[in-house]
Structure formats: structure tokens, C-alpha cells
């Protein structure tokens, strides 16, 4: 091993002004790398951002990809409040508080729900606990369409269907397979002595949740919360299955809205629509996504 | 021993300790039970459910009386379903070794120390965020050739530069392919990147010693200890592409013609168009079926690989 350090030593010394350029080419292929696939990823995002903002006339004339020559700002308020979707003309509003009204108590409860199993399936194991999480687990991988039929049938039984509430009861049972999974192998990482600990010293099961593992768990909260965030904002086919015009989430609508006018290009009201339907879980992300990358590897992924 | 104290709101009804002693081993089930339930139900239940309706001869309603396997017969006969199965085979593939490439690409890139490192993993990450909804309607119009890059680059002076990937029924699958590796190779890359963060510097260092070159080393040392990832971001990616709907119904709405259903599209139209769910439910336990032959391998590796590790401490 000396040898070959020396020997490399010999090697690169005289040759030090080569090794230098091809340092500096090295460094301008990876950033050129880079840039490219940059431009790649960043181009959608950046024509639906600026063409919610220039005239309808001006898109059609001078194609998708441009820079606004003026500032219109009619579109995001028609898409928002007067365009018609589904047979009314209320723009995506309905649908938009519709998303808030399922997202917000769907990702609260699965994953509260996800923490106290995870909880109870790494700490107070029984016999057979170990059999219970890989059948929860398997409901991570089931297809939805799988499942469509018999939610039809029970959403018609308990008269929710065509309802948020109904899509909340699904995207919570649905949910709580991948909360509890995240959860569970998170916690699992948690020594079991420091649990041992607590209940020699009187702490119930209870209190050991509020005590200890709640307070060690906001790294894979943050992640559950995005996960289930993200998933049931964007969620399409069961908003498309069991809701139908003013009672459909965001996402269920957008699509009507991109397939049911064929004819008519309306890329400014369509931007906006698009846009106002992206915000929720790109603010989650970029606010999130660096707890939920540190997070996702910590525990979720192993 | 001692005697584990129970909040007094648990408890409101005075009991004797053996019935408190009880009640306090059970609670962790009391609470478990009712989501455990829930999932049980949801996961055995309804796939048993499904699987029964597709052996009856359901069409607009749901009907017991029982057919065999003529749905699936029937499903496996059908043009459409065959080219929705096979592009399912065409889409996995090259959408799981492409996204992986491009994923490992950028994470290797992005290890160069390279500056403003958030800010790029932030660009490569975002489209995870976005629906397909939202991804597909937005791709669609950058395919398009009246306003999309053909428009584009047409008009910065390159007159007869053609890209039209959607309007050709022999190239659409090659589209919805390109915005799937598009969506989600931010993924494969954050989970590369962690796992090149996560190898042990000293092994990197000695291979550098040892004189092996950047390339020599990624390729001997660096990835090789990372192989559990590759298979980890194949197998979450694969079940990805086997659920692949809305992307499709956003981009190309299964067409031109029919040249790119995939299974989930032509299920949805047999159950909720058409009328005739029976055969769609055969649909969902064929995806089902191909879900199984990813996950069934993998988690025998999975058990495998735990008892190499505890095999050799």
C-alpha cells in the first residue's frame, strides 16, 4: 500500500497542470449535468407559472413556452371563482375547500392512528403482533382497484356515498397501513430499556405514549404527515369513483376540467386552475422536504 | 412487582386490582383493535370480496351466483387488455432502469460537492409533490405540436424539427414513460444520495489510497455497498408503475386509440363505464397477480438478507 501511494505520488507530480484541467473539466461536466436535466424538470413548472399570467391571445399566438409580455391576472381569478366545472360556475373553489375539508382530517387522524399502532406493535408486543403488521403492511401494496367495489357497496350501506366524509373514512383506513408502517419501524429503533425503564418507575401505557415516544417522534410525524398529505391531496381515482361536479376534491376536478374541454384551449384558466390545485403540497415540500428526505431514510425505508 | 399506575380518566368505575391488573394488559389491544380491524377488513376482506365477484357473473350490480373463470377468459381474449398488459410490461421496465439511472446519475452528480446543493435537490425533487393530475395535464401540452416544444423550437428558426411523442400511436407509450421517470426520479435520487452519504468514508478513502480512480471507486466500492437501495427504489418503484392511472387519463386518456391503456384504465371504464364489473374485478386480481410476483421475491430476499446478517453477527 506505501508502494502505491508513492508510486501515485511520482505520478501526479509532474503531471500536476493536467490533473488541475481535468479537475476543472470534471467540475464543468457535473454542473453542465446537472443544468440540463435542472432545465428538464424545472420547464413544466415554470410554463404553467407563466401562462397563468399572460393573455389567452398571446399564448395561442406565441405557443406555451414564453415570457409574459404583460401581466393578466384574470385567469387565477376565473379559474378560482367563475369558471364552470361540472356544470356549475364556480370555479375550482368548491373543489378546492372540498381537498382541504378531506386532506386536513384524513392526514390528522391516519396518522395519529398510525403512531398509537406503530406504538403498540414495537413496544407492547403479544403473540402474533408480529403476523398483525405484515397483514397491515400489505395494505401498502394493494392496488386501489381492489378495493373500489367493496367501498362502493359500504359507502352506499351507511349512506356516505358521494360525500367527503365518506372519502375521509376510506383515505383513513386506506392511510393508516402506510402510517403505521412508518411509525412501527421508526419506533422499533427506540430501545427497549428505556420503555423497561419507565414502567419500573409506575409509567402506564399511557403515559409512556405521551411521555416518551411522542416526544421522540416529530422526525417520522413530519414524514407521515407528508406522505399522507401529499398522497390524499393528489389522490385522483377515489375522488373520481365515489364524488361526482361540486362534491369532487381538487385533483378529481382538474382532470375533468383538462378532458372536458377539448375543443376550447383555455391554457391561461387551465394554468391557474392547475396551479391553485399544485400549491398545498408543493408549500408542504418545500417547507417539509428536507425532514421528510432525512426522515424517509431514518425509518420508513430500511 | 410493581404495580403500573393507570391515569384515573382510563378507569372511572371502581375495580378490583386483578380486574385493573387485566384490563391493563389488554389495553394495548383495546386500542389496536378497532384500526387492526379496519385493515384486516381492507386488506383480506375486500381483496376476497373482489376476487369472488370476479368468479360471478356480476354485471351492473354485484350477483353471487357462481361462473369460474369465464371473466378472466373473456379479460384475456380482449384486444385492449392485452395491449394495456403489455405496455404495463414495457412502462415497468424501462421506466424502473431508466428512473434508476437517471436517479443515481443526478445523486452522483449532486455528491461532488457541489454548491447550493438544496437548491438542486430541491429542483429534482418537487415534481414528487405534484399530482399526476397536475403533471400530466401540464406535459400534455409540452407534447403537444401546435404550442408545445415543437411550437417551440420551430419558432426559434429550426422549421422542420418534429416532436410529437402523443400524436403517434406507436411512440404515446414512450411519452407516458418519459413523465413517469420525469415524476419520480427525484425520488430514486434522494435515496441514492442518502445512500452515498451513508457509506463509510474510510472505505471510499482507502480505495483512493489503493489507487483506484473516481469512476473505479463508485464502481467497485461505493455501489456495490449500496445494492440493498437499488432494490428497495426498484421494487417501490415497480408498484408504482403497476398502479399507473391517472398519469395516463391526464397525458393521453389511453390513446391515441388504444395505445396506451394500462390495466388500471381499462378496470376503472369495466367497473364504473361499462357496467360490467365482474370482469372488472377479474382485472383487479390480475394486477393483484402482478403485484405479487414483484412482492412475493422480495420479501423472501428481505427474509434472506436478515438471516445473512444474523448468521454472520
Given at each position: 500500500?506505501?508502494?502505491?501511494?508513492?508510486?501515485?505520488?511520482?505520478?501526479?507530480?509532474?503531471?500536476?497542470?493536467?490533473a488541475a484541467r481535468r479537475h476543472w473539466l470534471g467540475?464543468?461536466?457535473?454542473?453542465?449535468?446537472?443544468?440540463?436535466?435542472?432545465?428538464?424538470?424545472?420547464?413544466?413548472l415554470f410554463v404553467i407559472v407563466a401562462n397563468s399570467f399572460r393573455p389567452l391571445p398571446e399564448i395561442v399566438q406565441n405557443g406555451l413556452i414564453g415570457f409574459p409580455h404583460s401581466l393578466s391576472f384574470s385567469a387565477w381569478s376565473r379559474a378560482w371563482s367563475s369558471y364552470c366545472v361540472g356544470g356549475t360556475c364556480q370555479g375550482v373553489k368548491p373543489n378546492f375547500l372540498n381537498s382541504l375539508e378531506l386532506t386536513v382530517p384524513a392526514t390528522i387522524i391516519s396518522t395519529l392512528l398510525g403512531a398509537m399502532n406503530g406504538y403498540i406493535l414495537s413496544k407492547w408486543r403479544f403473540r402474533g403482533s408480529d403476523f398483525l403488521f405484515a397483514s397491515i403492511m400489505l395494505g401498502v401494496f394493494l392496488p386501489g382497484q381492489i378495493a373500489l367495489m367493496p367501498w362502493?357497496?359500504?359507502?352506499?350501506?351507511?349512506?356516505?356515498?358521494?360525500?367527503?366524509?365518506?372519502?375521509?373514512?376510506?383515505?383513513?383506513?386506506?392511510?393508516?397501513?402506510?402510517?403505521?408502517?412508518?411509525?412501527?419501524?421508526?419506533?422499533?429503533?427506540?430501545?427497549d430499556d428505556l420503555i423497561k425503564a419507565a414502567r419500573i418507575d409506575g409509567a402506564g401505557f399511557w403515559r409512556i405514549f405521551w411521555k416518551i415516544i411522542l416526544p421522540l417522534s416529530p422526525p417520522i410525524l413530519i414524514v407521515t404527515v407528508i406522505w399522507q398529505f401529499t398522497g390524499i391531496w393528489n389522490d385522483y381515482l377515489l375522488g373520481v369513483?365515489?364524488?361526482?361536479?361540486?362534491?369532487?376534491?381538487?385533483?378529481?376536478?382538474?382532470?375533468?376540467?383538462?378532458?372536458g374541454n377539448t375543443n376550447a384551449k383555455i391554457y391561461d384558466v387551465m394554468s391557474a386552475g392547475v396551479l391553485i390545485g399544485a400549491i398545498p403540497p408543493l408549500l408542504i415540500y418545500f417547507f417539509g422536504g428536507k425532514y421528510f428526505v432525512r426522515g424517509l431514510t431514518q425509518g420508513a425505508i430500511k | 412487582m410493581t404495580q403500573a399506575i393507570v391515569p384515573a380518566a382510563v378507569i372511572e368505575a371502581p375495580a378490583g386490582p386483578t380486574w385493573r391488573e387485566r384490563l391493563?394488559?389488554?389495553?394495548?389491544?383495546?386500542?389496536?383493535?378497532?384500526?387492526?380491524?379496519?385493515?384486516?377488513?381492507?386488506?383480506?376482506?375486500?381483496?376476497?370480496?373482489?376476487?369472488?365477484i370476479s368468479l360471478s357473473n356480476s354485471s351492473l350490480l354485484p350477483s353471487y351466483d357462481f361462473v369460474g373463470f369465464h371473466h378472466y377468459a373473456a379479460l384475456w381474449s380482449n384486444t385492449r387488455w392485452k395491449i394495456a398488459y403489455t405496455n404495463l410490461f414495457l412502462f415497468s421496465g424501462l421506466y424502473v432502469v431508466l428512473g434508476i439511472l437517471v436517479g443515481l446519475g443526478l445523486a452522483i452528480a449532486i455528491d461532488q460537492r457541489v454548491r447550493a446543493e438544496a437548491l438542486w435537490r430541491t429542483i429534482f425533487l418537487y415534481p414528487l409533490a405534484v399530482s399526476f393530475a397536475v403533471t400530466g395535464s401540464v406535459w400534455k401540452w409540452l407534447y403537444s405540436p401546435d404550442a408545445g416544444i415543437e411550437f417551440f423550437v420551430r419558432s426559434l428558426g429550426w422549421t422542420d424539427f418534429t416532436f410529437r411523442l402523443t400524436t403517434d400511436r406507436n411512440t404515446a407509450i414512450y411519452a407516458v414513460i418519459a413523465t413517469g421517470i420525469w415524476q419520480s426520479s427525484g425520488f430514486a435520487m434522494a435515496l441514492f444520495l442518502a445512500g452515498l452519504r451513508s457509506v463509510d468514508p474510510d472505505l471510499v478513502k482507502a480505495a483512493q489510497i489503493d489507487g483506484a480512480g473516481r469512476f473505479r471507486t463508485y464502481r467497485k466500492v461505493i455501489l456495490p455497498t449500496i445494492a440493498p437501495i437499488f432494490i428497495a427504489v426498484a421494487v417501490i418503484m415497480l408498484q408504482f408503475a403497476i398502479k399507473t392511472f391517472d398519469l395516463v387519463v391526464a397525458l393521453t386518456d389511453g390513446g391515441p386509440g388504444i395505445s396506451t391503456q394500462f390495466p388500471a384504465n381499462y378496470v376503472y371504464d369495466l367497473m364504473f363505464q361499462r357496467g360490467q364489473i365482474a370482469e372488472g374485478a377479474a382485472g383487479a386480481i390480475m394486477m393483484l397477480a402482478a403485484l405479487a410476483v414483484v412482492l412475493v421475491p422480495y420479501s423472501l430476499y428481505l427474509v434472506w438478507r436478515k438471516r445473512q446478517e444474523s448468521g454472520h453477527g
Open positions: 500500500m506505501v508502494e502505491a501511494t508513492l508510486r501515485s505520488a511520482i505520478e501526479v507530480d509532474p503531471a500536476a497542470s493536467l467540475r464543468f461536466g457535473v454542473y453542465s449535468f446537472l443544468s440540463i436535466f435542472a432545465i428538464i424538470y424545472i420547464l413544466p362502493a357497496f359500504i359507502l352506499g350501506h351507511i349512506g356516505l356515498s358521494n360525500t367527503i366524509a365518506g372519502l375521509i373514512l376510506i383515505h383513513c383506513v386506506q392511510g393508516t397501513s402506510f402510517t403505521t408502517l412508518f411509525c412501527r419501524n421508526y419506533y422499533v429503533n427506540i430501545p369513483v365515489f364524488t361526482s361536479g361540486r362534491n369532487q376534491p381538487i385533483t378529481a376536478a382538474l382532470i375533468g376540467l383538462a378532458t | 391493563n394488559r389488554a389495553l394495548p389491544i383495546i386500542v389496536l383493535a378497532p384500526s387492526l380491524i379496519a385493515s384486516l377488513v381492507y386488506v383480506f376482506g375486500f381483496a376476497i370480496w373482489t376476487f369472488y
